[in-house]
């Protein structure tokens, strides 16, 4: 489990694609910290295990499903991601519930920046729209956020200084891809009133 609390900004060093699956190789000094083989990190929002560990990079692969649904296809050596270890049991939860399980791809359609803050709207599929809610929580790229408007295919979020400065939030332009989880609660709380009605 995350919190959608970035650690750090890495950087990928390399990746390697198989054609329906990918290896990636990542630098993360605060993450590869106390970090070892079978590890979770949460890159971009995306859970993925660690399978190896070297100074301050680490390696992850990637399967067919994963590169379905997220946006980690896309990626080259050089892009910058968003790191989370999984919180232990004794940690702190600052942002939401986070799973690592990507439901979709988004896209930055607007951006408006504030005198310190950003406003930002972003696409998303419309199967999904459904899950969002004003006030409630999104995970964007790793990121918790809280909604500030939503539509039928697209949401508002307010970044403040922190996240522009320590997310890769501070460099996403309007078309940049951006990988979505939403609320965990809201997809069981549909299925339970969906087996409730069909019983």
């Known amino acids: 489990m995350f919190t959608g609390i970035v650690e750090e900004v890495g ?3 390399a990746v390697d694609n198989g054609g329906t699956d990918a290896r990636l190789v990542l630098r993360g000094p605060t993450v590869t910290d106390g970090t070892g083989v079978g590890a979770s990190i949460a890159v971009d929002g995306v859970c993925v295990t660690v399978t190896d560990v070297t ?3 680490f390696t992850v692969d990637v399967m067919p499903e994963t590169l379905r ?3 980690l296809g896309a990626l080259a050596p050089g892009d910058r991601v968003n790191l989370e270890r999984a919180v232990p049991v004794t940690g702190r939860l600052d942002g939401h519930i986070v799973q690592g399980h990507v439901d979709g791809v988004g896209v930055v359609l607007e951006r408006h920046p504030g005198p310190r803050w950003d406003d930002v709207v972003v696409g998303l599929p419309t199967d999904l729209a459904r899950y969002v809610a004003v006030k409630g929580s999104i ?3 790793g990121v918790s956020l809280t909604v500030t408007s939503v539509a039928a ?3 508002g979020i307010s970044l403040i200084p922190t ?3 320590g997310t890769t939030w501070g460099g996403l332009d309007v078309g940049a891809q951006v ?3 939403v609320d965990v609660i809201a997809k069981y709380v549909e299925r339970l009133l969906t ?3 069909d019983s």
Do not use: I
Request: without cysteine; aromatic residues 4%.
């Open 11 to 13: 950087t990928v060093l």
């Open 55 to 57: 100074d301050s990079a």
């Open 69 to 71: 649904r997220s946006s």
């Open 139 to 141: 995970t964007v790229s």
């Open 153 to 155: 295919d697209r949401f």
């Open 163 to 165: 996240t522009l400065a």
């Open 179 to 181: 990988n979505l989880e």
């Open 195 to 197: 087996a409730r009605q």
